[in-house]
């Protein structure tokens, strides 16, 4: 487990992980649930299979209660409090840390790749700046590993 949390620390370079470090009072099942849920978010494969399957039942079931409390904020008309459950399911749906890159959302783009998307010659910043790009780039940036 501590393998895969340094992964995802390496993963997120730079990003706000304060809150991810182990707090007082967790579980060792929360810490665990929460670990997998993180990296899921970074998109980072743990190596066990059997961390890989609990990875994604963590996901499909942090989708369900994110549902449910957006439910639950709607219906007391807690504004605030539904525009972050909002932000947090997309976060869930797509796999994706807090204000991440879009390009993150495409299967082939890892952070190696994603540094060269904005040089002197190209600034790509989200996927329709991608998709303009000549189909010999785009094909170059798929197949490659740069």
């Known amino acids: 487990m501590l393998k895969l949390v ?3 620390k390496k993963s997120l370079e730079g990003k706000t992980f304060e809150r991810f470090d182990k707090k007082k009072g967790l579980s060792k099942l929360q ?3 929460c670990i997998l849920l993180v990296a899921y978010l970074a998109r980072v494969t743990p190596k066990s299979q059997k961390l890989i399957e609990e990875q994604a039942i963590v996901a499909v079931e942090s989708a369900k209660l994110v549902n449910g409390l957006l439910q639950i904020a709607v219906s007391r008309s807690w504004l605030n409090t539904s525009c972050m459950i909002l932000d947090l399911s997309q976060m869930i749906y797509q796999a994706q840390y807090y204000k991440q ?3 993150y959302q495409l299967p082939f783009i890892d952070p190696n790749i994603l540094k060269h998307f904005e040089t002197k010659k190209r600034k790509i910043v989200t996927i329709k ?3 303009s790009l000549p ?3 785009q094909r170059y940036f ?3 590993n740069v």
């Open 6 to 8: 340094e992964e995802i």
């Open 142 to 144: 798929r197949l490659s």
């Open 101 to 103: 890159s879009p390009l």
């Open 135 to 137: 189909e010999a780039e």
């Open 129 to 131: 700046d991608y998709l």
């Open 31 to 33: 810490e665990k649930v």
